[in-house]
């Protein structure tokens, strides 16, 4: 086995089996490859076949690279990784052969060497075949190479070991266990000239999953991209179960199924141009992909400008101390407010039944309140302080009200915002408070 993959190291990778290649060269509607499926004239068929260069597109799949198949709108690729298992990839060869579809099968090295016939019966089927390492570690993300090297190898050793001719059987086209996608991986698969298959959507068939579920994932994901190429695994009872629905729906949603083969000396590349490679190649409608690119601009000029002053800003000290930055703790500190204290809002018991009073006149409340207002502002701040709680505990939110903003009064603006409003200016305007306790009052 050893010297036998040196051998294929050297080797141009070539051709498939034969049995499928006259028919895949041509491309076909699906209602006539239908037509050239014997005894299944319901089938969905393969509508045509892809020839890539792993040289020219050596990563795809959208789940992880920039690129995938150039597949057309509802055209689907369907993948099955991590046999053969006869028990479950036998029948989903028998569902595939039924349907006249072609198929590309990832297979684990292990698998290989417990069934090779099982990758003959893949091979004679006119599927293709491509490898999945030899042990599915899920370590490829972190390998040393000498461990991904062997474990590569190991894959294509023992899938070709079940071939007649591997090297036009075997196709070179690897996926990474797992997806655990690296740099050094990638590359040393691309240096031997081996495409690196991702995916477009699984249908997490590897999950704990119904295979209603697999199903139903598999279509949603399929119609949210509306092509591409479809992950799934032929080791899982799951995804047996739920071929046939995902078939038959595909069938309904006017899906068709291409076959994917690599290109050979015979067989050139499917001619393609280089968005078609892009899931969603931009359109008309993308407005960026017209844009012209940034010009180089001469940025020497530019360093010797000085940075601007807050002055070039016409910023001046007193807005700034008003910006909405201010802590709470700041706005709460007396210095700050320019305003008597708020004990001058405590009205003794009593005082506005008397302002309230309809025997008094307007101008004596008046008078009322500003002779008992004198001595409690000369008290200053500290007296504020000492203000009996209940009181103060009712008139608190009145404080940083200015008289501008009357409608602050009744308790509904924030009060930090009330505050800010705050200054020498409106302090000065008393009467209007008594007007402010007034309507406080009712
Ligand atoms: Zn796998």
């Known amino acids: 086995m050893i010297g036998s993959s040196v051998v294929l190291r050297t080797r141009p990778w070539i051709v498939l089996c034969l049995s499928g290649f006259l028919g895949l060269l041509s491309v076909g509607t699906p209602a006539a490859v239908a037509a050239d499926c014997p005894g299944h004239p319901d089938a969905l068929g393969t509508s045509r076949t892809l020839v890539v260069d792993p040289r020219e597109h050596p990563r795809i799949g959208t789940m992880q690279y920039r690129e995938t198949l150039p597949l057309k709108d509802h055209e689907v690729v369907l993948t099955f990784d991590d046999g053969p298992l006869p028990k479950y990839s036998n ?64 894959g294509i050793e023992w899938t070709s070991a079940a071939m007649t001719d591997p090297s036009k059987q075997l196709a070179p086209f690897f996926r990474i266990p797992g997806l655990m996608r690296a740099e050094g991986v990638e590359n040393y698969l691309i240096s031997r000239g081996i495409q690196v298959w991702s995916a477009d959507f699984p249908a997490d068939d590897w999950r704990h999953v119904s295979s209603d579920r697999v199903y139903q994932l598999a279509m949603q994901r399929l119609e949210a991209k509306g092509k591409g190429i479809l992950l799934l695994h032929d080791i899982q009872p799951r995804t047996v179960a739920a071929l046939p629905k995902i078939i038959r729906d595909l069938k ?12 050979t000396a015979d067989r050139p590349a499917t001619p393609t141009t280089a968005v078609e490679w892009l899931l969603h190649p931009p359109t008309e409608t993308t407005p960026i992909a017209r844009w012209p690119s940034v010009p180089t601009f001469v940025f020497t000029q530019t360093r010797t400008m000085p940075a601007p002053s807050p002055a070039d800003l016409n910023a001046q000290t007193e807005h700034q101390v008003l910006l909405p930055h201010r802590t709470k703790g700041q706005l709460n500190l007396a210095s700050t407010l320019p305003t008597p204290g708020r004990d001058l809002y405590t009205i003794p018991e009593g005082s506005i039944e008397v302002l309230l009073s309809t025997t008094l006149s307007r ?70 408070r008594v007007a402010s306790l007034k309507k406080r009052a009712q």
């Not at 590309?104 to 491509?130: C, D, M, S, W, Y």
């Not at 309904?252 to 290109?263: D, M, Q, S």
């Not at 504020?384 to 103060?392: F, W, Y």
């Not at 939110?397 to 200016?425: C, E, Q």
């Open 363 to 432: 101008r004596a409340a008046t008078r009322l309140a500003m002779a008992s207002e004198a001595p409690r502002a000369a008290k200053g701040k500290s007296g504020s302080i000492k203000t009996g709680k209940s009181p103060a505990a009712r008139t608190a939110h009145a404080a940083p009200v200015a008289p501008k903003h009357a409608a602050d009064a009744n308790g509904t603006a924030p009060r930090n915002a009330a505050s800010k409003s705050a200054s020498p200016k409106t302090a000065a305007a008393r009467p209007t």
């Open 91 to 154: 029948q989903i060869l028998k569902m595939l052969d039924d349907e006249c579809i072609k198929a590309t099968f990832f297979i684990i090295g292990q698998q290989a060497k417990a069934n090779p016939e099982g990758v003959r019966k893949l091979i004679a089927a006119g599927h293709t075949v491509g490898t999945h390492s030899m042990n599915h570690p899920l370590t490829f993300d972190r390998m040393p190479v000498e461990k991904y090297e062997p474990e590569i190898n190991g």
């Open 252 to 263: 309904a949603r006017g899906y068709r199924i291409v076959h994917v083969v690599p290109a």
